[in-house]
């Protein structure tokens, strides 16, 4: 049996949470969210309203729909395009293919760039001095040919005192053009990077930085701000072409907040709102423990300014820009491990920043959600839209209401509240939760979030302590923690009934294709023993959950596995313009029950169409025979597509080949994106009402069109896996493992999560897997434990420092035993009225994780260099704000950047040269299509390593040595020839090994006793009995652990064919579809900021 152990035995409640009596906590053996039962809490028998299930009309979120397909091109069969075979998530390599790795020229190592400086202006440090000259700048200006708009003045509003840390400017070339112009670089920026530091009075400012003038005694001086000198003080512009980024299109704004005058709510029951000061702030990553940034290699002149004398401009000799001397994201993870790692984090605090995700830690509920269920943008909200327009950084949450715990960490308590039903604010309908206040003794609360006085049912009153407080708080999860669960009333079921346990129902492509690639074979036999491992609630037996079984080609066949027969029946439905489902009774069964029967049909199914001929299928007439059996059974439940080829079969949904690269970089780009026929959203919206999620396995060959076959899976909160040019050899393993955990993942089903928020700030907009049928409402046929929501909010009043922000968000779904619940998550948020409490709170990962998916949704409508533009020109906007507002006064020439962002443009160059905004020659229309879904429900953490890679030096360390290496920066200069490295980013594992490895790391590795011997694109490393094989074959394993879907192994050779790949996740370098390297991005940006501050 080779299939994973579902759950490990459930270990007692040995958390470190407080005792409740009273209720019982849900188990939580590795799959939170598949709990016990819990036993009633008491009988609090209130009437409490309903769940409103019937929300006005509104806007259907659906994706766009198709504009007309464009004229098909020849599709190349599989292997014809190399990205397909071993791009993203799709790797599927083997030694053959490599010679399709054919791209364009490589790249040029940053380090061997011939320097060809357009602007022979000696580079000077100037911290303080006069700003760049007239000349500089226009030379500058006229060299990168930016026609970046200038944003409008911010009105001077508060101003954060920062000591910056300043790079020299230098001088440097973008001599070359790329695909898409060319800006010759004049100079590039002095980098610097500003502290925020502690409140001062609100002063004005004049609108440029470069006049301004440094108060006489400034705020506080800052620890960091008096660090030695570092090496790599200045650096000259790379002379690599950047032809990225031509033009800016105008500020984008954000639309006004609709003001409205509600009634601003009285102070809830608000933890001391402890402003964390300067030595908790920036994520951690900027404690006193922590010296100057060690990477940015220059000094702090700025810290001169705080109050003391400056010191004197230090010039620099012109050099090349040092990549140490630039923001590294390697060393900001370091420090918040090294400094963030070691305690748990406590979630008491209202606004606290949570450690970055790439930090191991623990967390204690303390009345806030988890990071590890929401994690925001930022932890203050400027207290008006006003401010927050002009900072433009989005606000948002990225919320993951299923996510699974470690576990060291208790899933959330259930709590029944008996026939009563969950306790709620009559007016906006919010659950009870720790922020509500009790008032009036006890007998009423008022809602923190909109203010309603509700009476407290007299089965649930208590009385208060002298603070105010219900003596019982801490007794119960829904007065005293951020996350719990409540038992949903019938009130809460469709129909009002309760609903049944949900089904799955495996539909199994048996066409030509899928047979030959003996993909059906090996599906067939994994059923057998997977079936044993269907999610169940805690403490049950067996799982809830009946299976059905349905194989099809251009017919659909069911199977009759009803258990008291002796063999399985088929029933062929051949109109599949009007599909219905033959039979009811013996479609869906439990396991055990006809145990004999399912054995039988997945030993006759390969043999029954072994022989096949039949090349074409349908596609959506399987997804409506499966939900309408759902529909049938009148359960909920999933549908597991294995589908192998464009369905072009005449029948509703019929596709046809518009695949064409031509449309590449025009206004119709988009349409790539689009699905190209209406009929799937229909589909989608009957499979949400019926609460039939639809995970999807592709295994192309070829052109499939996934922008239209995942239209269906993303709508139902469902998941889409593709596996190009599937052979069982190389892909089993991957195919195996993700089939494996997918099929045993705890879902939840028939879901509806709906976020409310206190007064002053609403939720707008929302990205992921899941339909809306009005604005509210975020409906999900099923959600897992890996999918995420992005919420994003606007200002619709005024917000208040004292009372802060409050987000609840409540997830109804059905469990996968078919008991109905509600999981509430409760986050409360600082407000600020200085823009540098903002810029100080904020989480970079997250804001790239909404970006992306942000600009990952407008490639659908805009055109995809629009798209580029835009996250640029918001980006250069929230620097200049920053600059303009918070840093400390310094020369034009410096680039400041805030301490908790000063990761975001080497981040957000690698959002803007992903597949989906930038494709290489090599990327198909069906791998951007495929990546585009999947980030859109990635939650943070994914999305951090998917876009910038971690980088394993394996052989640096000593080989005792077996805790995780430290990575290194994702750039081929910080490659030696003499090692080996690992590289993955959540979908794809690559081996790179140097030319110049020792013949005993070789021997040892790979089985083999020279560099020459060991064979490319090898995907298993050979089991030998040495430490170094062991080690890396344990990290290996450990990383894939790590991730949610299969890694597959690829093995790189340095200087050969496969290497062009490797490189494409080299992402601080520039790339061969042309994306700009770090440090010329980092110039850009720079000159973005300039523009938009002069
Ligand atoms: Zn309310």
């Known amino acids: 049996m080779n299939v994973n152990q579902s759950a490990p035995p459930v270990p007692p409640f040995g958390q470190p949470q407080p005792v409740y009596p009273g209720y019982h906590q849900s188990s939580y053996g590795g799959q939170p969210g598949s709990t016990a039962a819990p036993t009633p809490y008491g009988a609090y028998n209130g009437p409490v309203p309903g769940y409103q299930q019937t929300p006005p009309p509104g806007v259907s979120r659906a994706p766009a729909s198709s504009g007309a397909p464009p004229a098909s091109t020849a599709q190349g069969p599989c292997g014809q395009t190399a990205y397909g075979q071993f791009g993203q998530g799709d790797v599927q390599n083997g030694p053959s293919s490599g010679v399709q790795m054919q791209r364009l020229p490589g790249s040029q190592p940053f380090a061997s760039a011939p320097l060809a400086p357009v602007v022979s202006q000696p580079a000077v440090l100037q911290p303080y001095g006069p700003p760049p000259t007239s000349a500089q700048v226009t030379a500058q200006l006229a060299g990168m040919q930016i026609s970046g708009a200038v944003a409008p003045a911010p009105p001077a509003s508060g101003l954060g005192y920062g000591s910056p840390t300043s790079l020299a400017s230098a001088s440097g070339s973008f001599p070359n053009s790329g695909l898409y112009g060319s800006y010759p670089q004049g100079q590039a920026p002095p980098l610097g990077q500003g502290h925020p530091g502690a409140q001062p009075p609100q002063r004005s400012v004049p609108p440029q930085a470069s006049s301004f003038t440094p108060p006489a005694s400034g705020g506080p001086r800052m620890p960091s701000m008096t660090g030695p000198l570092l090496p790599g003080q200045s650096f000259g512009g790379p002379p690599v072409s950047q032809p990225n980024h031509v033009s800016s299109p105008p500020p984008q704004a954000l639309p006004p907040g609709t003001q409205m005058t509600g009634p601003p709510g009285p102070p809830p029951p608000m933890h001391s709102s402890q402003q964390p000061g300067y030595q908790l702030q920036q994520n951690g990553s900027f404690g006193p423990a922590r010296g100057p940034q060690s990477n940015y290699g220059s000094p702090y002149p700025g810290a001169a300014t705080f109050g003391s004398q400056p010191g004197p401009p230090q010039p620099l000799p012109p050099k090349r820009l040092d990549p140490d001397a630039i923001p590294s994201p390697i060393q900001v993870i370091e420090d918040d491990r090294n400094n963030r790692g070691s305690e748990p984090f406590v979630t008491g605090v209202r606004g606290q920043v949570p450690p970055l995700v790439t930090t191991n830690f623990l967390v204690k509920d303390q009345g806030n959600a988890s990071p590890r269920y929401i994690r925001c943008t930022s932890y203050n909200i400027p207290c008006t839209s006003d401010m927050a327009k002009q900072a433009q950084v989005p606000l948002a949450a990225v919320i993951k209401p299923l996510a699974r715990l470690p576990p060291e960490e208790a899933s959330p308590y259930v709590v029944d509240h008996g026939e009563s039903g969950p306790l709620r604010c009559n007016r906006c309908k919010a659950y009870m939760c720790p922020f509500m206040q009790f008032v009036e003794g006890g007998r009423r609360f008022q809602c923190c979030f909109c203010s309603c006085i509700n009476d407290v049912p007299p089965q649930y009153f208590q009385h208060l302590d002298h603070t105010g407080k219900r003596v019982d708080a801490y007794d119960r999860p829904e007065l005293s923690l951020g996350s719990y669960e409540f038992l949903a009333t019938v009130d809460y079921c469709k129909n009002n ?181 209406g009929a799937y959203q229909t589909l989608a919206k009957e499979c949400v009402a019926q609460g039939c999620c639809v995970d999807l396995f592709l295994f192309p060959n070829q052109y499939v069109d996934v922008a239209t076959l995942s239209v269906v899976p993303q709508l139902t909160g469902g998941s889409v896996y593709k596996y190009a040019c599937f052979q069982v050899e190389n892909d089993q393993e991957r195919f195996l493992s993700d089939l494996r955990r997918d099929v045993q993942k705890v879902v939840g089903f028939d879901a509806v999560m709906r976020v409310r928020t206190s007064t002053g700030i609403r939720a707008v907009d929302f990205f992921g897997a899941f339909y809306m049928s009005n604005t509210t409402d975020v409906e999900l046929a099923g959600l897992d434990g890996d999918k995420t929501v992005t919420v994003e909010f606007k200002h619709d009043d005024r917000l208040n420092e004292e009372n802060g922000a409050l987000l609840q968000c409540a997830l109804l779904y059905t469990s996968c035993a078919g008991q109905r619940r509600l999981r509430i998550h409760n986050l409360a948020l600082n407000c600020c009225t200085q823009l540098a409490d903002l810029y100080r709170n904020c989480e970079t990962d997250t804001l790239i994780n909404y970006m992306a998916k942000f600009a990952y949704r407008g490639v659908l409508s805009s055109p995809v260099k629009t798209v580029r533009d835009t996250l640029i020109t918001q980006c250069a906007q929230i620097l200049a704000c920053y600059r303009k507002n918070c840093a400390s006064p310094s020369s034009a020439g410096q680039l400041i950047l805030p301490e908790c962002m000063k990761l975001l443009p080497v981040y957000l160059n690698c959002v803007l040269k992903s597949e989906v905004l930038q494709p290489g020659a090599e990327v198909t229309t069906d791998d951007r299509a495929y990546v585009r879904q999947l980030v859109t429900s990635m939650d943070v953490a994914e999305t951090n390593v998917f876009f910038y890679p971690r980088l394993l030096p394996l052989t640096k360390s000593p080989i005792e040595n077996t805790t995780e290496p430290p990575a290194v920066r994702a750039s081929e200069e910080r490659l030696s020839n003499g090692d080996i490295y690992l590289l993955e980013n959540g979908l794809n594992l690559f081996l790179w090994v140097g030319a110049s490895v020792q013949q005993g790391v070789v021997q040892s590795l790979f089985g083999v006793s020279s560099f020459s011997q060991i064979t490319s694109g090898l995907s298993v490393l050979p089991v030998l009995d040495n430490l170094l094989s062991k080690k890396v074959r344990g990290l290996i394993d450990s990383l894939r652990a790590q991730r949610s879907r299969y890694m597959k192994l690829i093995v790189v050779k340095q200087e050969d064919k496969l290497e062009m790949l490797f490189k494409h996740f080299l992402v601080e370098d520039k790339s061969l579809s042309g994306g700009a390297s770090y440090v010329d991005f980092l110039c850009h940006m720079h000159k973005e900021i300039r523009q938009l501050l002069s």
């Open 497 to 677: 009934k309760f609903p049944i346990p949900p089904a799955f129902i495996f539909m199994i492509d048996v066409s030509y294709n899928a047979v030959r690639s003996g993909l059906v074979r090996l599906l067939c036999e994994e059923l057998k023993s997977l079936l044993d491992f269907l999610p169940r609630e805690g403490g049950a037996e067996e799982s809830a959950i009946r299976v059905g079984f349905v194989t099809y080609n251009k017919v659909l066949h069911f199977y009759n596995v009803k258990s008291s027969l002796a063999q399985p029946q088929m029933m062929v439905v051949s109109d599949v313009g009007d599909m219905f489902v033959p039979l009811l009774d013996g479609f869906l069964v439990n396991v055990s029950e006809s145990r004999a029967v399912i054995t039988s049909l997945l030993d006759q199914i390969p043999e029954m169409f072994a022989d096949t001929r039949e090349t074409e299928t349908v596609f959506a007439p399987v997804v409506q025979a499966g939900m309408e059996a759902l529909k049938a059974a009148e359960c909920a439940g999933k549908l597991f597509l294995f589908h192998t080829s464009l369905p072009i079969a005449e029948a509703p949904g019929k596709l046809k080949n518009r695949d064409d690269r031509k449309l590449i970089n025009t206004d119709k780009e988009k349409t790539l994106f689009q699905p190209q026929s």
